[in-house]
């Protein structure tokens, strides 16, 4: 597709259940981020990939947030053990190359998010 | 640690008047990124500029314009000649090597 491309858009699940959030990026990006924006509040940087690898898990707020990216393309973010606070809009983005990188300008391309409530 | 504050939680102006969001970042290193995005009613954050650390020259887009300052570690928006089109939350944001840190975000209403 065109843009970033994240599913489902909407997730309702119970709070103990476990949920898989998918996101396709640009073809062609080999940078994949993943954020998570609470309500009135800025995205907040959760996990980088550059190809396969994460690059930067620094933001990820515990052992029961989890991402992979097998293949340099598709990623999934991984939550386990659900709880309420983690209700949030998960959002996705791609860049090209990452900053620092030759060519790599850092603009950021982002998804629609997917709004996950946890009850 | 890197960190950006954009004071202004909201700001509401007439269509045509010209309005400043301000952004304050916190950093350690000499080489670093700022951006700043858009997030319309519809959600989805638009790209709307970057800048690195070395290159403070002020930069202008139609009625865009950025004011960057090492000294005062600021890294102003201005929208000259508001339209309504322009209401949405504007983030500023911080990278010093991949991931992203932004700011709370400041609302920007425009009424016509």
């Known amino acids: 597709g065109a843009g970033v491309s994240q599913t489902p858009s909407n997730k309702v699940t119970e709070k103990g259940k476990y949920v898989e959030l998918r996101c396709d990026p640009i073809?062609?990006?080999?940078?994949l981020y993943w954020y998570r924006q609470s309500l009135g509040q800025g995205p907040e940087f959760l996990i980088y990939?550059?190809?396969?690898?994460?690059?930067?898990d620094s933001g990820l707020p515990n052992d029961r947030f989890f991402a992979v990216r097998p293949e340099g393309s598709v990623s999934t973010l991984k939550i386990q053990r659900t709880e309420r606070g983690d209700s949030a809009v998960y959002l996705c983005?791609?860049?090209?190359?990452?900053?620092?990188?030759?060519?790599?300008?850092?603009?950021?391309?982002f998804g629609p998010g997917t709004r996950l409530t946890v009850l | 640690a890197q960190k950006v504050t954009q004071a202004q939680t909201e700001i509401s102006v007439v269509e045509k008047e010209d309005v400043t969001l301000d952004c304050v970042y916190e950093?350690?290193?000499?080489?670093?990124?700022l951006f700043w995005y858009k997030q319309p009613p519809s959600g989805e954050l638009v790209f709307l500029i970057r800048?690195?650390?070395?290159?403070?020259q002020n930069e202008i887009s139609g009625r865009y314009s950025w004011n960057f300052q090492k000294s005062t570690s600021s890294f102003n928006f201005t929208i000259t000649a508001s339209q309504v089109v322009d209401s949405a939350v504007y983030f500023c944001a911080l990278s010093e090597a991949g991931d992203m840190r932004f700011g709370a975000g400041t609302r920007l209403t425009v009424k016509p």
């Open positions: 073809s062609g990006h080999t940078a």
């Open positions: 800048r690195n650390s070395f290159d403070e």
């Open positions: 983005a791609s860049s090209l190359r990452p900053l620092g990188l030759a060519g790599g300008l850092g603009e950021q391309f």
């Open positions: 950093t350690r290193d000499t080489t670093y990124y």
């Open positions: 990939f550059q190809g396969t690898g994460a690059a930067d």
